[in-house]
Protein backbone atom coordinates (compact mmCIF):
# COMPACT_ATOMS: atom_id res chain seq x y z
CA UNK A 1 0.00 0.00 0.00
CA UNK A 2 1.26 3.41 -1.33
CA UNK A 3 2.11 6.20 1.47
CA UNK A 4 -0.07 9.07 0.71
CA UNK A 5 1.43 12.85 1.26
CA UNK A 6 -0.46 15.96 0.64
CA UNK A 7 0.78 19.36 0.88
CA UNK A 8 -1.67 21.90 1.77
CA UNK A 9 -1.83 25.43 2.89
CA UNK A 10 -4.41 28.76 2.18
CA UNK A 11 -1.38 31.08 1.10
CA UNK A 12 -0.44 31.35 -2.12
CA UNK A 13 3.05 31.05 -2.78
CA UNK A 14 3.96 29.25 0.67
CA UNK A 15 6.11 26.58 -1.35
CA UNK A 16 3.79 23.37 -1.21
CA UNK A 17 4.34 22.45 -4.86
CA UNK A 18 8.38 23.06 -4.20
CA UNK A 19 8.26 20.47 -0.98
CA UNK A 20 6.56 18.34 -3.22
CA UNK A 21 8.83 18.73 -6.05
CA UNK A 22 11.43 17.88 -3.46
CA UNK A 23 9.77 14.74 -1.27
CA UNK A 24 8.99 13.30 -5.01
CA UNK A 25 12.90 13.17 -5.88
CA UNK A 26 14.28 11.87 -2.76
CA UNK A 27 11.60 9.34 -3.04
CA UNK A 28 12.70 8.26 -6.60
CA UNK A 29 16.04 8.51 -6.00
CA UNK A 30 15.01 5.80 -3.73
CA UNK A 31 13.94 3.63 -6.59
CA UNK A 32 10.61 4.16 -5.08
CA UNK A 33 7.60 5.08 -7.47
CA UNK A 34 6.06 8.06 -6.94
CA UNK A 35 3.09 9.60 -8.40
CA UNK A 36 2.56 13.26 -8.30
CA UNK A 37 -1.04 14.51 -8.27
CA UNK A 38 -1.15 18.12 -9.03
CA UNK A 39 -5.08 19.39 -7.76
CA UNK A 40 -4.02 22.85 -7.27
CA UNK A 41 -5.64 25.34 -9.89
CA UNK A 42 -2.46 27.26 -10.53
CA UNK A 43 -0.98 23.86 -11.83
CA UNK A 44 2.49 24.76 -11.08
CA UNK A 45 3.36 20.98 -10.81
CA UNK A 46 2.16 20.33 -14.17
CA UNK A 47 4.26 23.57 -15.11
CA UNK A 48 7.51 22.07 -13.58
CA UNK A 49 6.57 18.77 -15.84
CA UNK A 50 6.37 20.44 -18.97
CA UNK A 51 9.70 22.34 -18.11
CA UNK A 52 11.55 19.11 -17.69
CA UNK A 53 9.89 17.82 -20.93
CA UNK A 54 11.20 20.32 -23.22
CA UNK A 55 14.77 20.10 -21.28
CA UNK A 56 14.19 16.33 -21.99
CA UNK A 57 14.95 15.89 -18.61
CA UNK A 58 11.70 14.18 -17.06
CA UNK A 59 12.56 12.60 -13.88
CA UNK A 60 12.77 8.47 -13.60
CA UNK A 61 10.29 6.72 -11.12
CA UNK A 62 7.48 9.85 -11.10
CA UNK A 63 4.32 10.17 -12.84
CA UNK A 64 2.35 13.05 -12.74
CA UNK A 65 -1.50 13.33 -13.23
CA UNK A 66 -3.40 16.57 -13.02
CA UNK A 67 -6.90 16.21 -11.09
CA UNK A 68 -9.22 19.20 -10.87
CA UNK A 69 -12.50 17.43 -9.66
CA UNK A 70 -12.76 15.62 -6.21
CA UNK A 71 -14.09 12.19 -8.00
CA UNK A 72 -11.12 12.12 -10.22
CA UNK A 73 -8.88 12.42 -7.21
CA UNK A 74 -11.22 9.71 -5.75
CA UNK A 75 -10.44 7.59 -8.60
CA UNK A 76 -6.73 8.02 -8.32
CA UNK A 77 -6.78 7.11 -5.44
CA UNK A 78 -8.72 3.89 -5.67
CA UNK A 79 -7.72 2.21 -8.80
CA UNK A 80 -4.08 4.18 -9.56
CA UNK A 81 -2.75 4.62 -6.12
CA UNK A 82 -1.57 0.79 -6.01
CA UNK A 83 0.60 1.12 -8.63
CA UNK A 84 2.95 3.23 -6.89
CA UNK A 85 5.02 3.76 -3.31
CA UNK A 86 4.12 7.21 -2.57
CA UNK A 87 1.82 9.19 -3.58
CA UNK A 88 2.12 13.09 -3.67
CA UNK A 89 -0.95 15.68 -3.93
CA UNK A 90 -0.63 19.46 -4.29
CA UNK A 91 -4.13 20.62 -3.04
CA UNK A 92 -6.06 23.37 -3.88
CA UNK A 93 -5.07 26.48 -1.81
CA UNK A 94 -8.32 27.38 -1.06
CA UNK A 95 -10.90 25.42 0.84
CA UNK A 96 -12.90 23.15 -1.02
CA UNK A 97 -14.26 19.44 -1.41
CA UNK A 98 -11.47 18.64 -3.14
CA UNK A 99 -8.79 19.88 -0.85
CA UNK A 100 -10.96 17.92 1.77
CA UNK A 101 -11.01 14.88 -0.13
CA UNK A 102 -7.01 14.95 -0.51
CA UNK A 103 -6.77 15.33 3.52
CA UNK A 104 -8.71 12.78 3.66
CA UNK A 105 -6.97 10.58 1.82
CA UNK A 106 -3.60 11.61 3.52
CA UNK A 107 -1.28 9.30 6.04
CA UNK A 108 0.04 12.52 6.61
CA UNK A 109 -0.70 16.65 5.65
CA UNK A 110 2.11 18.80 5.52
CA UNK A 111 2.07 22.69 5.25
CA UNK A 112 4.93 24.69 4.43
CA UNK A 113 5.12 28.17 6.94
CA UNK A 114 7.25 30.94 6.15
CA UNK A 115 7.66 33.78 8.79
CA UNK A 116 5.10 36.20 8.42
CA UNK A 117 1.95 36.49 9.96
CA UNK A 118 -0.36 35.43 6.73
CA UNK A 119 1.34 31.79 6.45
CA UNK A 120 0.88 31.58 10.57
CA UNK A 121 -2.65 32.22 10.07
CA UNK A 122 -2.57 29.32 7.38
CA UNK A 123 -0.66 27.20 9.02
CA UNK A 124 -3.34 27.32 12.39
CA UNK A 125 -6.16 26.75 9.24
CA UNK A 126 -4.68 23.90 7.43
CA UNK A 127 -4.26 21.94 11.38
CA UNK A 128 -7.82 22.74 12.43
CA UNK A 129 -9.00 21.43 8.36
CA UNK A 130 -7.23 18.61 9.27
CA UNK A 131 -7.80 18.04 12.49
CA UNK A 132 -11.83 18.22 11.67
CA UNK A 133 -10.90 15.92 8.53
CA UNK A 134 -9.33 13.40 11.20
CA UNK A 135 -12.68 13.52 13.08
CA UNK A 136 -15.18 12.89 9.90
CA UNK A 137 -12.72 9.98 9.07
CA UNK A 138 -12.27 8.27 12.48
CA UNK A 139 -8.45 8.47 12.39
CA UNK A 140 -5.73 10.36 12.96
CA UNK A 141 -4.38 12.37 10.28
CA UNK A 142 -0.97 13.99 11.47
CA UNK A 143 -0.09 17.80 10.64
CA UNK A 144 3.55 18.69 10.14
CA UNK A 145 5.13 21.99 9.71
CA UNK A 146 7.77 23.13 7.38
CA UNK A 147 9.83 26.36 7.51
CA UNK A 148 10.37 27.18 4.08
CA UNK A 149 12.01 30.30 2.14
CA UNK A 150 14.16 31.10 4.88
CA UNK A 151 16.92 33.58 4.28
CA UNK A 152 19.05 35.15 6.67
CA UNK A 153 17.79 38.20 7.69
CA UNK A 154 14.57 36.42 8.42
CA UNK A 155 15.72 34.31 10.83
CA UNK A 156 15.95 37.72 12.93
CA UNK A 157 12.31 38.29 12.35
CA UNK A 158 9.61 38.19 15.40
CA UNK A 159 7.72 36.30 13.22
CA UNK A 160 10.40 33.46 12.46
CA UNK A 161 10.56 33.46 16.52
CA UNK A 162 6.94 32.98 16.54
CA UNK A 163 6.71 29.48 14.45
CA UNK A 164 8.03 27.43 17.01
CA UNK A 165 5.61 28.85 19.96
CA UNK A 166 2.52 28.67 17.48
CA UNK A 167 2.67 25.02 16.58
CA UNK A 168 3.38 23.97 20.49
CA UNK A 169 0.51 26.00 21.01
CA UNK A 170 -1.71 23.68 18.16
CA UNK A 171 -0.08 20.76 19.94
CA UNK A 172 -1.51 22.24 23.96
CA UNK A 173 -4.42 23.01 21.78
CA UNK A 174 -4.95 19.37 20.97
CA UNK A 175 -3.88 19.05 17.21
CA UNK A 176 -1.97 16.15 16.16
CA UNK A 177 0.35 18.83 14.92
CA UNK A 178 4.39 19.08 14.30
CA UNK A 179 7.22 21.71 13.58
CA UNK A 180 10.31 20.04 11.54
CA UNK A 181 13.52 20.61 11.99
CA UNK A 182 14.44 20.24 8.24
CA UNK A 183 14.34 24.34 7.02
CA UNK A 184 14.23 25.24 3.05
CA UNK A 185 16.52 28.25 2.94
CA UNK A 186 15.87 30.61 -0.30
CA UNK A 187 18.40 30.93 -2.79
CA UNK A 188 19.99 33.77 -3.72
Not at 30 to 53: H, S, T, Y
Not at 58 to 78: G, S, W
Not at 113 to 127: F, H, L, T, Y
Not at 132 to 142: A, L, Q
Request: charged share 25%.
Amino acid sequence: MPKFISAVSGKGGAGKTTAVILIAGEYALQGQRVLLIDADGRQNLQEWWKRCEVKDNLPANIELITAARQTTVQQLLENEANRFDVVLMDSPGQDTVLRDTIIAGSDIVLTPIQPNQDEIKAAGQAAADTADISDKVGREIPHANFVTRITMPAKLLEAYRLIRPFVQNLQEGGYDSYLLKTELMERN
